[in-house]
T-cell receptor, first 111, second 115 residues
Framework: TQLLEQSPQFLSIQEGENLTVYCNSS?????LQWYRQEPGEGPVLLVTVVTGGEVKKLKRLTFQFGDARKDSSLHITAAQPGDTGLYLCAGWASGNNDMRFGAGTRLTVKP | EAGVTQSPTHLIKTRGQQATLRCSPISGHTSVYWYQQALGLGLQFLLW???????NRGNFPPRFSGRQFPNYSSELNVNALELEDSALYLC??????????????FGPGTRLLVL
C-alpha cells in the first residue's frame, strides 16, 4: 500500500499570507497530481508533475516534485479568500496501476 | 468540451436495497475511475475501468461492482446497501495516466444517502 501523507490537515490564515502544503510518501510515484475540491463538488485538477525536481507555477501557486519522486509541495503566495478549499495530492504508480489520494489539507483564507 | 457527467446527483435508498450510479467520461477518455468520499474524509479508490476491462480494484467488498460500456461510460452498482455506504461517489476520467502530464478529471459526484 502506497500511502500519501498530507500536512497540515487544517490551515487557517489571513488574506495576503503565504503557505506551504506538503505531500509525503515512502514510495516512488510515476507522477503526482494536485487537486482542489470545494464543498459538494468534485476535485479539480490543478497540475501534474512527472519529473523528479520539477517545479511548476500556476499564477500564485508553485508546485514542486521531490528529486526522488516520493514527495511534493504546494506553495501559495499572497493567499486570497478564493483559494479556500480542500487541497488533495494524488500519486500514480504505473507499476501496479494504482492511483492513491492523500487525505487532503483543508485551507481557509480569511479576508 | 463537456466535462465528466454523473447521474443522479442525489440518491436516497434504504438498507438492503441496490443503487446504480452512472458516469459519462470526457470525450476521448477511455479510463473511468470510481471513488467513495465519506463526509469529511479523503477519496477512497473503488474501481478503475479502461477499454471495457476492470484494471484495478480498491479494498471494498464484492457488493461494490461496476462495468464500462463500449462508449466508455460506466456504471457503479452497490448491492445490499448499508448505512455506512452513505457518501459522495465520484467518477473521474482520463487518458492513459502513463502519459506525461495526464491527470484525472472529476464529475460533480452522486450523493448517496442510505436510511
Amino acid at each position: 500500500t502506497q500511502l500519501l501523507e498530507q500536512s497540515p490537515q487544517f490551515l487557517s490564515i489571513q488574506e495576503g499570507e503565504n503557505l506551504t502544503v506538503y505531500c509525503n510518501s515512502s514510495s516512488v510515484f510515476s507522477s503526482l497530481q494536485w487537486y482542489r475540491q470545494e464543498p459538494g463538488e468534485g476535485p479539480v485538477l490543478l497540475v501534474t508533475v512527472v519529473t523528479g525536481g520539477e517545479v511548476k507555477k500556476l499564477k500564485r501557486l508553485t508546485f514542486q516534485f521531490g528529486d526522488a519522486r516520493k514527495d511534493s509541495s504546494l506553495h501559495i503566495t499572497a493567499a486570497q479568500p478564493g483559494d479556500t478549499g480542500l487541497y488533495l495530492c494524488a500519486g500514480w504508480a504505473s507499476g501496479n496501476n494504482d492511483m492513491r489520494f492523500g487525505a487532503g489539507t483543508r485551507l481557509t483564507v480569511k479576508p | 468540451e463537456a466535462g465528466v457527467t454523473q447521474s443522479p446527483t442525489h440518491l436516497i435508498k434504504t438498507r438492503g436495497q441496490q443503487a446504480t450510479l452512472r458516469c459519462s467520461p470526457i470525450s476521448g477518455h477511455t479510463s473511468v475511475y470510481w471513488y467513495q468520499q465519506a463526509l469529511g474524509l479523503g477519496l477512497q479508490f473503488l474501481l478503475w475501468y479502461d477499454e471495457g476491462e476492470e484494471r484495478n480494484r480498491g479494498n471494498f467488498p464484492p457488493r461494490f461492482s461496476g462495468r464500462q460500456f463500449p462508449n466508455y461510460s460506466s456504471e457503479l452498482n452497490v448491492n445490499a446497501l448499508e448505512l455506512e455506504d452513505s457518501a459522495l461517489y465520484l467518477c473521474a476520467s482520463s487518458l492513459d495516466l502513463g502519459l506525461a502530464g495526464a491527470g484525472q478529471y472529476f464529475g460533480p459526484g452522486t450523493r448517496l444517502l442510505v436510511l
